[in-house]
């Protein structure tokens, strides 16, 4: 039986992957990697993997759960778009193959050079606003999954847009909560990510979510994203969470310090290549150097984010963030 994964794959035809629907969800192919499933339920929901190719347990979850759904188990109430993000790249298990498509979105894939991602970012932007276009007076919400290259303190993570208009912040954070995320980064950074599109052109309640450290496709235990999983089944089903002990202020959340741009080939950081994202650093603590350059600590104690000192010239190498509360 093929599965949504051989399909965007190309190991077989849209029809023939269709056929293995047997529930009374109607369900398109929009493009490879794009399946829309219809529904009447108040929220519309934009589910998306592999944006990166190589982090691989979120790209699972969505098979399953379309497995799940093809099989009758579990039934969609509200409408959702579910996409893996780039075909190619996960065939090869890398993170992209001419340059990062999560920088490419706001419509930033004019502004390079055409090739494979240009084009994807382009087709994925086209099949959200007609997604969205269907279901204008819902209440639309757009989780794009992926998995970290890094360890981190928490395992679990969002994050979350909040730049260009008001958001209900409590409910969103309450919303994560039930996800199992565990921290939590506001993000106030205009950064043409998909998440971020969605939010700014949709006003869609939006979020990276990071879950966990990108494995290779054996290496991941699906059991460690028993809640996420969880989570995705009532949100399709619209149903709500019974799991009271969930506490509302649980969710630690942090904002955005500094944002340092690698500018000079000699760029690097002046700790471990193994750091854990969320590793924390006192004042004044020396993080990275360049030609010209050096970045300090300037808070009395910043956490760091995404350090990756391998980034093209004139992008972000790293972030540091301080804690907050809302
Ligand atoms: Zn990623």
Redesign the pocket.
């Known amino acids: 039986m093929m599965d949504f994964i051989d399909y965007t794959l190309g190991r077989c035809e849209a029809a023939e992957f269709l056929v293995s629907n047997s529930s009374d969800t109607r369900v398109e192919c929009w493009a490879p990697g794009v399946l829309y499933l219809a529904g009447n339920g108040p929220r519309s929901l934009i589910i998306s993997a592999g944006?990166?190719g190589d982090?691989t347990a979120p790209i699972i979850i969505i098979n399953q759960l379309i497995k799940q759904i093809f099989s009758g188990e579990l039934e969609v109430v509200n409408p959702c778009l579910f996409i893996l993000g780039n075909p190619d790249a996960i065939e090869l298990g890398v993170r992209y193959l001419d340059t990062n498509l999560?920088r490419l979105f706001c419509g930033a894939h004019r502004s390079i050079a055409p090739c494979k991602e240009s084009a994807r970012a382009h087709l994925l932007e086209r099949c959200v606003e007609r997604f969205y276009t269907i279901y204008q007076d819902t209440d639309k919400l757009h989780w794009d999954c992926?998995?970290a290259i890094r360890g981190a303190v928490y395992k679990t993570f969002a994050i979350v847009p909040i730049v260009t208009h008001e958001l209900s912040l409590l409910n969103h954070m309450d919303e994560l909560q039930h996800a199992g995320i565990q921290a939590a980064v506001l993000s106030q950074l205009a950064t043409n990510t998909f998440s971020y599109a969605s939010f700014q052109q949709f006003k869609a309640q939006a979020a990276t979510l990071e879950l966990g450290k990108a494995l290779p496709w054996h290496e991941n235990e699906m059991s460690d994203h028993q809640k996420i999983i969880c989570y995705l089944i009532r949100l399709l089903a619209d149903v709500e969470d019974e799991d009271e002990t969930i506490a509302t202020d649980a969710l630690i959340v942090y904002q955005i310090a500094q944002q340092i741009i690698k500018t000079q080939p000699d760029f690097h950081f002046n700790f471990s290549a193994e750091i854990d994202n969320f590793t924390p650093y006192q004042q004044g603590t020396l993080l990275a150097q360049e030609a010209g350059a050096e970045y300090h600590v300037q808070a009395e104690r910043e956490v760091i984010l995404f350090p990756n000192a391998k980034v093209e010239l004139g992008a972000r190498a790293l972030l540091t963030l301080t804690p907050c509360s809302l």
């Open positions: 944006i990166h982090e999560n992926h998995c």
